[in-house]
């Protein structure tokens, strides 16, 4: 075994790492450990609370159910509208609270007593109200509109009439409730009227004012028409413009033909209007002459001659006139350029004929149309001329031939003019007309268009009216129904609240139930002795467990005793044919911690003496330091043990020899302290007692004597066991701890509080001294895995082989095992 095993401590960062936790064996530990104040709090408790109850005066229960207005019989008595669809009828259950505070007030509860106190005179409503619960009946987790009652009373007669009287009661206030709701729904409802009467006509005149403004019945016929007109009149527009686009085809057609015949477009039209007027044509008529007889003339005089200066002057005269008068027949449809064409338009006044050739001939007789268009006359007026003027034969006959070739010319194309000129004119007005149709089918349009635009405004102040005046309508006959209804209602003498079950007189009481008290004492018993337990747990500050111990003194864990009955050493354990009893445990943990003594006193040198001490008393350091001794002997050393505890000395009682002299003695005298050595019954094994009681202990230990004795004593055994009063109390072995090589520190589970297991490891460090280790004793191995209980088991199996009395030893060492476990237990 190395040395690492015997020093090596337990990492307690790997312990705090842990998870913290209160497991089952924790709860069994707290119990046991105070299972007497535990148990005695428990039956108390259990006996208190079951007498208190059972002796109670029985009560009695009566119930009833009554059914409040369900939302049928609420739309009866309101008066707004309730629109609520059958599949949320539950979700419009309202809260009771209201209704059930009502109930149970005391304006309530005195009508229900005052009938009941010809047979309950000493009924009082305050009892009433105490006793009485009323409760929102529940299905299904789904609140309902039936309510619970329930009356308690030692009486159970006396609880069924009072919940028949309260029963009675509800019903007739609920009778009186609907009336009175319905005669205020009434008065409201007729204060209402006249309002919404004025409304709903407000909203009617509004529609007729809409309608009378915008010249229309329904938006939406109107938003019809609109649109058939706007397509209409796109199809007129579209004809329009076809015809428009065949009447200028026809008119360049026209033009084009004018064109050929050598007349000019602009002058024939309106030529062929003034030769319809007649004074025109007079005045046309008399220029021809003036300029036939000024032709004529010209062959004989010249233009200085007074008749030919009247006929100029005349000639101009007459084109004023007819320039007038043109002006006047077709006004400001040609304009003035065109009218100076017409009128002064080239005439045969203007012509130079030429007497040597007659090549002017067809010249002039093409000039002479033109004239002749201009003037609306057909025939020439060199007729006229050649038949007046004076002169030669030769002009006359040029002249004359000249007439003849014009004039047959005319006489075929004022035909042909004339009919071009009606065409003209009539293309013309058609062009015109269509124009004028044309701007007139777009300004429809545009209004038609505009109109359509503003339909979808006009639709939707339209519908907001229409709604207003129906929610208003809707409004008035909803008042007009609602009154005439809670006129019914308020003549019914059926009351809207009924009574489902009617009270029953109780036959059994509900308090107190024996069973129900029985469990509820044993709870409550089992509950305060488990809390006392652990109240006593808090309270105590003793360590309970190894690791504690390890966590405060920080020291290595040397050895750990289990807890036993008889905490002795059996010598003949290992030789015995029988099974082994539980003190092989505290052996076996004895004999573990003489192992790790050995091996420390290898690993840090010869270890001659060790003082045996602990923080308080009763923690077990002198068993330990006997049995330890009788152990550390069996391995066949010479083992000296030496009772220095002066004050309560007990190693003379564990080792059961008498303590007529020792220790106080042999510092005391000139004795010899081998005089003093008292035999024990094991072998290698020598004991010095206390000896006498001295009234200054610390004095003797403390004396050099002492300290020489020590040394005397390593010199002589293997090994000095010094057993000392605890470090932790007395300060006795102080004045040992720095003569010794080592200290074994003892600390008991239960017995030594951490407060003075800290207090003793102060001591122990102020002095100096050399520790071992720490050994945990006491360790109960039902709640502490650093116990010996897997000794139990393995000693505990019985040899296969073996005769009929050992069986039956056998067997009763079992019987003990068993008792003792269940007594432990």
Known sequence: ????????????????????????????????????????????????????????????????????????NQKATSVAPTNVAPASSYNSIKDLSTEIFILRSNSMVSKAVKTLKDRYQDLSIAEVVNNLAIDQAVVNKVPTDVLVA??????????????????????????????????????????????????????????????????LVDPDTSAVAAGQIQQDVAEEIEKTQIAIALNQK??????????????DSDTMVASSVLGQDGVYQDLASQLRDIETQY???????????????????????????????????????????????????????????????????????????????????????????????????????TFGNLEIESGSKISSQGSTLGALASRQLELQTEAASLQSKLASLRQSKAKADNQFLNIPGLQQTFMELKRKLELKSEAYNYLLERRQELKISEAEEIAPWRILN??????????????????????????????????????????????????????????????????????????????????????????????????????????????????????????????????????????????????????????????????SEIITTEQSWSDHIRPSTRENLDIITAGATSPNPIALLNSGKMKQLIREWEAAYDYVIIDTPPIGVIADAKSLASEVDSILFISGIQKASRKSISNALEVLSNSQCNIAG???????????????????????????????????????VKKKGLLEQFRRR
């Open 502 to 663: 009617a009270p029953f007189l109780p036959s059994k009481p509900v308090s107190p139930i024996i069973n129900q008290c029985l469990i509820q004492a044993l709870i409550a018993g089992g509950f305060l002795g488990v809390a006392t337990a652990f109240i006593l747990q808090r309270l105590d500050q003793s360590v309970k467990k190894v690791e504690e111990i390890k966590q405060i003194t920080k020291l290595p864990l040397l050895g750990v005793i289990p807890k036993v009955a008889e905490p002795r050493i059996d010598a003949n354990i290992h030789t015995t044919k029988k099974s082994y009893s539980y003190y092989s445990s505290f052996t076996e943990g004895l004999r573990s911690l003489a192992m790790n003594l050995r091996y420390l006193m290898a690993d840090e040198g010869q270890i001659k003496s060790l003082v045996i001490t602990s923080s308080t008393s009763a923690e077990g350091k002198s068993t330990i330091s006997h049995n330890l001794s009788v152990v550390l002997a069996e391995f066949d050393l010479r083992v000296l043990l030496v009772d220095a505890d002066l004050r309560k000395p007990k190693v003379h009682k564990l080792a059961k020899i008498p303590n007529e002299s020792g220790l």
């Open 1 to 72: 075994m190395s040395n690492e095993i015997i020093r090596s401590e337990i990492d307690l960062g790997a312990l705090n790492t842990q998870e913290p936790g209160f497991s089952v064996a924790d709860f069994k530990q707290v119990v046991y450990r105070s299972w007497k104040p535990a148990l005695a709090v428990g039956i108390t408790a259990f006996t208190g609370i079951f007498l208190f109850t059972a002796l109670q005066t029985p009560e009695y229960v009566s119930e009833s159910l009554i059914l409040l207005e369900s939302p049928q």
């Open 150 to 215: 329930n009356y308690t009373d030692t009486d159970p007669e006396k609880a069924k009439a009072v919940l028949e009287a309260l029963g009675t009661t509800y019903v007739d206030y609920s009778l009186k409730k609907q009336r009175l709701q319905a005669r205020n729904a009434i008065e409201f409802i007729d204060s209402q009227l006249p309002d919404a009467q004025a409304d709903l006509d407000a909203a009617a005149k509004e529609i007729r004012t809409f309608r009378q403004v915008h010249e």
């Open 774 to 812: 720490v050994v945990a004793n006491m360790v109960d191995p039902e709640f502490d895995y650093y116990a010996y209980s897997y000794y139990d088991s393995y000693y505990n199996q019985p040899h296969r082989n073996s005769n009929s009395d050992d069986q039956d030893n056998e067997s009763e």
């Open 295 to 397: 032709n004529l003339g010209k062959v004989d005089f010249n233009d200085n001659y007074h008749v030919m200066a009247n006929l100029k002057e005349k000639r101009k005269e007459l084109k004023k006139l007819l320039q007038e008068r043109a002006n006047q027949v077709l006004g400001k449809s040609v304009s003035p350029q065109v009218l100076e064409r017409i009128v002064l338009a080239p005439s045969y006044t203007d012509i130079q004929p030429s007497t040597s050739s007659t090549t002017n001939a067809p010249a002039n007789s093409q000039s002479q149309p033109s004239s002749a268009t201009n003037t609306g006359n057909a025939p020439s007026s060199s007729d006229s001329s050649s038949s007046n003027a004076p002169g030669s034969s030769n002009s006359s006959s």
């Open 250 to 263: 026809q008119t360049q057609e026209l033009n084009r033909q004018m064109r050929e015949l050598g007349q």
